[in-house]
């Protein structure tokens, strides 16, 4: 091979356990130069709606709905300040936030008007139904039902029965919470390799998939969250201390934790926030998940975890005055005054106290946020300044080429914190809220990503069948996370960290199916390729 097309290899053995099963566990060994972490989406609207429906509808199969129906429908794929597409419309929402981001007006008013029954199809046309004396939910929802277009929502009774040419939701009530999904960007890894031609291309970070991931009206189905940098640049903000996978800027692959206190926060009108302890010059220090709010304060969904609380708050806490910023991703979807803003699962909030700003500034950063919600990030601490790119995922699995899960609490310390029944109630998590924490004894399809002594990258994925449905003998079984960490020693990582796995894990070699993906959707030996939204790719 010549320095201009580095050595990709791929290694696969069968493991036999004690019990008589066996697991599949495929190595690539990845060229350093070539690794590069991207976000992909599904180029045809309509297959990302009735994928997305069909997934949803399986959902409400297996809680046991009778006669399950499904709405799904399409966010806009490059979100814009709703200021510039629908200008002469109210921002606000019943709760005090003022909205900024087009796809959460979008989401906000199409759950209200399903809720309230105000939508049907007539014709097989979605039309409004709005009562005549709610004028601004006639023009809202107008609006948003002209901004996704003919084919931008979609019904669904199944993946195999017909659309009905008549609905109306006033009397067939949709179940919003389980069966209303917006969707986002996220496709399918073969769409991706016949658009980009990579030589190999495999899932990597976790994303909304679950209905208690994508709540909030500022979430779509599909989303990715935690740290992505790529080319340099910090797309997506480390929300939770766990564990990632990154290029350093001399070129080394290394394994971290991060989370907020790492970044500096570069606002519209330059106002720019630095962790407490770090601040330089004209940076404002902010607090992270704080109890006793300072003058600035940044709070995610596991704000109150730390404290052992057993039912996260999920809002800010209320204070007279405070200006608050709701931020996913790189976008400033809303703001609000006087705190108890709803969290979302995949952003974050900064909470402005009273006087930490002066009247003039607050005037001129909300000003500019009609025109301009992006914000940036940058690295503030020195081994951490030029990296080039980044996933986020976790828990870490090796470090010091050493098993890193025994007598770790893993929940706890990378702040996984999965939904869970508590005095009879469900009581929602933090993402991914369907985590199974079970290090030594549950099987999934794995995947994951270590470097060696060289700072070179290596792959480890393991077959299996997602919820555990493989059939011994047959499928191969899986890996705990614990076994998973054992595969990637054997293959001389020094450090390691793992990736989303279950029905996600999956990867093209050359444009064929380098492993069995592991959703089966009930079908006996059949698998099914599953959309993801962020990906790693060898570049050619």
Known sequence: MTNDFPVLTKKQQTITHA???????????????????????????????????????????????????????????????????????????????????????????????????????????????????????????????????????????GPFLPVPEDVDFSQDQLDVQHDLAPVDRFGFLVDEYWRSRPRLIFNTSYFLLEDEDYFSFHSGMGEAYNLWVGDGVVERPPLYRRGAFFQKADGRWEVGSFDLNDLAIILPENIELAPAGMAQGEQIPFLLNPQVPGDVNLYTRYFGAENGAQKLPGRTLEQAGALELLVVD????????????????????????????????????????????????????????????????????????APYLTNRDVVREEQFWPSRMIDGQRVMGVV?????????????????????????????????????????????????????????????????????????????????????????????????????????????
């Not at 009735?50 to 009778?66: H, I, M, P, Q, T």
């Not at 008013?109 to 709005?130: D, H, N, S, T």
């Not at 909030?349 to 005037?363: D, H, K, N, Q, R």
Request: aromatic share 8%.
């Open 19 to 157: 019990d008589g099963s066996f697991s599949e566990v495929i190595t690539f060994d990845l060229p350093a130069d070539r690794l590069v972490f991207r976000d992909i989406c599904q180029s045809d609207r309509g297959v990302r709606l009735n994928e997305s429906a069909d997934f949803r509808w399986l959902k409400a199969v297996k809680r046991g709905a009778d006669r399950p129906m499904v709405v799904a429908f399409n966010r806009l794929e490059r979100d814009e300040p709703l200021s510039r597409s629908l200008p002469e419309l109210d921002p606000g929402t019943e709760d005090g936030e003022v909205l900024l981001s087009t796809n959460s007006f979008l989401t906000y008013v199409l759950r209200k008007a399903f809720e309230q029954g105000w939508v049907r199809i007539k014709g097989g046309q979605w039309q409004p139904a709005v009562p005549a004396d709610q004028q601004v939910w006639q023009k809202r929802l107008q609006a948003c039902l002209d901004l996704s277009g003919p084919d931008g929502i979609l019904f669904s009774r």
């Open 330 to 401: 790189r976008r400033i979807v809303s703001w609000k005054r006087g705190g108890r803003l709803e969290l979302p699962q995949n952003g974050f909030a900064i909470s402005f106290s009273p006087g930490a700003l002066s009247a003039a500034v607050e005037a001129r950063l909300l000003a500019a946020l009609k025109a301009n919600i992006t914000l940036s990030y940058r690295f503030v601490r020195p081994e951490y300044v030029g990296i080039r790119e980044a996933i986020q995922t976790g828990p870490v699995l090796v470090k010091d080429g």
């Open 432 to 540: 991914p809220t369907d985590f199974d924490s079970r290090l030594d004894s549950a099987r999934h399809p794995r995947a994951a990503l270590g470097v060696r002594p060289d700072g070179s990258p290596v792959l480890v994925m393991v077959e299996g069948v997602s919820k555990g449905g493989g059939i011994a003998g047959k499928d191969s079984m899986g890996a705990t996370l614990t076994e998973l960490a054992g595969y990637l020693i054997q293959a001389g990582a020094q450090q390691a960290v793992n990736l989303d796995g279950g029905g996600s894990a999956q990867a093209l070699l050359y444009g064929g199916r380098a492993i069995t993906p592991g959703e089966r959707r009930g079908f006996e030996r059949v698998s099914f390729d599953r959309m993801v939204p962020s990906v790693g790719i060898i570049r050619r």
